[in-house]
């Protein structure tokens, strides 16, 4: 498995921006395709955004679509999620997650998880 580590949440007024990061450790980097997802207070953790191994292919739930980016950089073993007009309704807290299979939402197809971070935003 790999080990992960996020980083970059904290409080930010409703329009907002925040930028998640995920380090990586353990395995080689670039054989994973890595996910956000987040979790909110009494809710199932839901799925977010994922991308591809080279970066080459991302996929977004339809609540951030046009509003979120997750990129990756192999070199540094690390992925980003950049998270522009943040609302309430994103405060949560962020996971990141490892996995093999491009194109699911499921959070059983993600093998190593990070601790999370919180983001919390204000109205």
């Known amino acids: 498995q790999v080990q992960l580590v996020e980083s970059g949440g904290g409080l930010v007024q409703a329009g907002g921006s925040l930028r998640l990061s995920c380090a990586a450790s353990?395995?080689?980097?670039?054989?994973?395709?890595m996910g956000w997802f987040r979790q909110a207070p009494g809710k199932e953790r839901e799925f977010v955004a994922a991308?591809?191994?080279?970066?080459?292919?991302?996929y977004y739930t339809d609540s951030v679509q046009g509003r979120f980016t997750i990129s990756r950089n192999n070199a540094k073993n690390t992925v980003y999620l950049q998270m522009n007009s943040l609302k309430p309704e994103d405060t949560a807290v962020y996971y990141c997650?490892?996995?093999?299979?491009?194109?699911?939402?499921?959070?059983?197809?993600?093998?190593?998880w990070g601790q999370g971070t919180q983001v919390t935003v204000s109205s």
């Open positions: 997650a490892a996995g093999r299979v491009f194109g699911s939402k499921s959070p059983a197809q993600f093998d190593s």
């Open positions: 353990g395995r080689t980097f670039s054989n994973y395709v």
């Open positions: 991308i591809s191994w080279s970066g080459g292919s991302t």
